[in-house]
């Protein structure tokens, strides 16, 4: 999809604005002590703080408006010297108190935007606001012993930021790909691990149609908790369709909350959507506002990790690798941290480029791994390819030891001792082999001399399958030409 792509025959265009909700890494919830673990025993990590009990007074949690402004100064935000906090009034059984402690006309931080790339084109997305509020429990609904519910309060008061974005994304694609570079983001500041299974990075979505040309913005429709990427762009390719659908047919959509059911492959009607005056904000009368000094701002710019942008300008400027390289390389800083760690190490930039992309990406996927839980070390990697330059290793060999490194964790030196897999380069040896498939082979040496110059590759399998894959490749390759001609 082209960021101006129409839909329904090219007569509407799509108007999506996201609002993600990151939880922060932080130990403790926002206001309390109260662990912030996920996956405790249910209501084991609460207190009456965070579950609404009369008398209590919240405490606000200095580490969590560290890592807003954080995030708000790598997403280019002017930083609030001023804000507070208010109440937001509305009934969930999940949410004690009866109402959730949030920001509303202060928030931390404002504008500010996030550039995504599709289809090769740059695209600034701007950003609204981020603002600091607590978390809700969580319902867990019971069906197979009865008709009632459980509700888990160790997840109220968990510290969130909520980051709202203009309405510029076009497409479902560009909104994927919003969310794709977002969580890359929080993950190299370290203030969001970007668990989109566990719930702690979930994004709503508004979305209208209106006609193209058109610059009123349709009556819109917001799209609750989706979790993954994929189920963005289902979700928002289902609900353009579905708005299009109501419009061609003459009626009116409906602005209202719908629910994304993934197993269904359709949006549901939740609720009418709420306005912010139904939610009566009031100024949160427990908490003092909030006074960010410059002197603070600064401190916290000076401690920015180096983003995914500039990374990867450099590692094209740098390492001379292909701008595809270096975007896959930075999606993720551990990711990009190995990379650097095997470069350092002696490995030559393209070459671990291609091992990483290649094998060890591949590795990982079968086992459903992270980076972090690889046994392999960059510096084994770049050991690896010092034997393969040198010509210890084949090309063919390495794959082999590769894989048994990564196995098990052992530096390439050991592998090739343990398995005898160093490469053959007597040129006696290897002439002793091609004069023996040579003499076997009288027809393809035949057909080869005639001209049929493909049997080259026919050669050279039969020398290594004689060799056990050991023969120098090109010391093979230069010998067979030789003796062929």
Same mark, same amino acid.
């Given at each position: ?15 999506? *604005? ?12 926002? /206001?309390? *002590? ?32 560290? /890592? ?22 509305? /009934? ?57 519910? /459980? ?21 479902? !694609? ?77 009626? !009116? ?174 040129? *006696? ?57």
């Amino acid at each position: 999809m082209s960021a101006q792509e129409t839909f329904g025959n090219g007569k509407y265009e799509a108007v999506i *604005g996201l609002e993600v909700h990151a939880q922060m890494l932080t130990e403790t919830k926002i /206001f309390c *002590g109260c662990s912030t673990k996920f996956g405790a025993e249910p209501n084991t990590q609460t207190c009456p703080v965070d579950i609404g009990m009369p008398g209590v007074l919240p405490v606000l949690n200095k580490k969590a408006v560290e /890592f807003a402004i954080k995030t708000g100064l790598a997403m280019g935000c002017r930083i609030s010297t001023y804000s507070r906090f208010a109440r937001k009034n509305y /009934f969930y059984p999940d949410l004690p108190k009866g109402y959730q402690v949030s920001q509303y006309e202060l928030p931390i931080c404002e504008g500010g935007h996030i550039d995504i790339v599709v289809d090769g084109a740059v695209k600034r997305i701007g950003i609204t606001r981020i603002h600091m509020e607590e978390d809700a429990g969580k319902n867990i609904h019971e069906s197979s012993s009865g008709n009632y519910s /459980f509700v888990d309060l160790n997840r109220a008061g968990v510290p969130l930021m909520e980051i709202v974005s203009e309405p510029d994304i076009r497409t479902p !694609k560009e909104a994927a790909e919003y969310m794709r570079k977002m969580r890359s983001i929080l993950r190299y500041l370290g203030v969001c691990d970007g668990n989109m299974e566990q719930g702690s990075l979930r994004c709503d979505a508004n979305i209208s149609m209106r006609p193209v040309g058109q610059k009123e913005f349709g009556i819109r429709a917001e799209l609750k908790n989706m979790n993954s990427f994929r189920f963005i762009e289902k979700a928002l390719e289902y609900e353009i369709n579905r708005q299009i659908s109501v419009l061609e047919e003459g009626g !009116k959509v409906v602005q209202e909350t719908r629910l994304w059911d993934s197993a269904a492959g359709v949006t549901q009607s939740m609720r009418t959507k709420e306005e912010a005056h139904d939610y009566r904000y009031f100024p949160e009368p427990d908490l003092v506002p909030i006074e960010v000094t410059q002197e603070w701002i600064k401190g916290i710019e000076a401690g920015l990790p180096e983003l995914p942008d500039a990374k990867r300008e450099r590692f094209v400027s740098s390492y001379g690798i292909p701008e595809y390289d270096a975007e896959l390389l930075t999606s993720e800083r551990a990711i990009s941290d190995w990379y650097e760690r095997a470069v350092t190490a002696g490995g030559q930039p393209k070459a671990v480029s291609n091992w990483m992309m290649g094998e060890l990406m591949r590795l990982l996927n079968e086992e459903n791994k992270s980076l972090e839980d690889c046994l392999l070390k960059p510096e084994q990697l770049a050991g690896m390819l010092k034997l393969m330059d040198n010509g210890t290793i084949s090309g063919k060999i390495a794959k082999t030891v590769f894989e048994e490194m990564y196995r098990g964790g052992k530096d390439a030196d050991a592998v090739v001792k343990e398995k005898g897999l160093v490469q053959i380069s007597d040129e *006696g040896a290897i002439e002793k082999a091609i004069d023996e498939v040579l003499a076997r082979s009288a027809k393809e040496v035949e057909r080869y001399r005639a001209g049929d110059e493909k049997l080259i590759g026919f050669f050279v399998g039969q020398v290594m399958k004689a060799m056990k894959g050991k023969a120098n490749p090109q010391l093979l390759n230069d010998l067979l030409k030789r003796k062929l001609q």
